[in-house]
């Protein structure tokens, strides 16, 4: 549910804890999901994101009906400098799927390498099924290992069959505490592959961005063209 969680009256009595063994990574069904880092520049389309996102599912996404207002509020304190924020963009750069992975200040000699980090995410509805949730959570992990994060956090409601799913996949010990639930997520320390994975995916989601962009102001100046009625370039 994000790092907005803590504004949920919690209910601290355990009634239930699903501890799983970790499990070795599946096969996806999916192909392979661009994903691209976003900054304080992009609050905008991070906002529109997240309005778009109706009463349940702001509830599913945050722990309560977040009004607009509220949503506005978290998009505006959204600490980029420390955590990290990524997202899916469709063709016409419509941010569809959007990940914030908040990392707990560390209270040791490194503040630098923080311990924990909470994951929170959403997918429009109509990109849903496709494996995004599922591939922001995995690059999430990635992401966090390697700033030396040996633990990811998420809060869900125990309803939440998709994040539960997701998270269950990728090994998480879940604890359900009434309508709430909260999963760990232990990791691995980082390696000369995990370092690897990590550039490599980043490289790729800034190029496919630029290439979506390339293609969205060519298409925009072919419809200019077209409303002008001018021959297409050839
Ligand atoms: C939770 C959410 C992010 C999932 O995104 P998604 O892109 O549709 O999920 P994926 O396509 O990656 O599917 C992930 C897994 O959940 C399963 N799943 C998807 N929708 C499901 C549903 N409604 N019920 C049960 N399982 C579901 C998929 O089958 C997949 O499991 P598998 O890999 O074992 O087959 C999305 O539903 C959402 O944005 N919900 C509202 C906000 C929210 O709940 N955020 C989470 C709180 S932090």
Do not use: C
Not at 1 to 23: K, L, Y
Not at 41 to 60: G, K, M, Q, S
Not at 62 to 87: K, W
Not at 97 to 105: D, K
């Amino acid at each position: 549910m994000g790092d907005t969680s803590s504004e949920i009256a919690q209910d601290n009595s355990p009634v239930g804890t699903t501890a799983q063994a970790p499990q070795p990574a599946r096969p996806r069904a999916f192909g392979w999901v661009p994903i691209r880092s976003l900054s304080a520049r992009h609050r905008p389309r991070i906002l529109a994101h997240l309005l778009a996102l109706d009463v349940n599912d702001r509830y599913l996404r945050f722990g309560y009906a977040a009004a607009d207002d509220q949503i506005r509020r978290y998009v505006e304190r959204i600490a980029f400098e420390r955590d990290e924020v990524f997202g899916v963009f469709n063709r016409r750069l419509d941010l569809i799927a959007l990940a914030h992975l908040a990392y707990e200040p560390s209270v040791d000699a490194e503040p630098e390498r923080p311990s924990t980090a909470e994951f929170g995410v959403s997918v429009a509805v109509r990109g849903r099924g496709r494996g995004y949730g599922a591939r922001l959570f995995d690059h999430a992990v990635l992401r966090a290992r390697n700033r030396g994060v040996d633990t990811i956090v998420i809060h869900a409601l125990s309803e939440n069959a998709a994040m539960l799913r997701i998270v269950g996949n990728a090994g998480a010990t879940i604890e359900r505490t009434g309508v709430d639930a909260e999963a760990h997520l232990r990791l691995p320390p980082e390696n000369f592959a995990s370092i690897m994975a990590g550039m490599v995916e980043q490289q790729l989601g800034e190029l496919d961005y630029q290439f979506k962009q390339g293609a969205r102001r060519r298409d925009t100046v072919l419809e200019i063209g077209a409303r002008n009625g001018d021959s297409p370039p050839p």
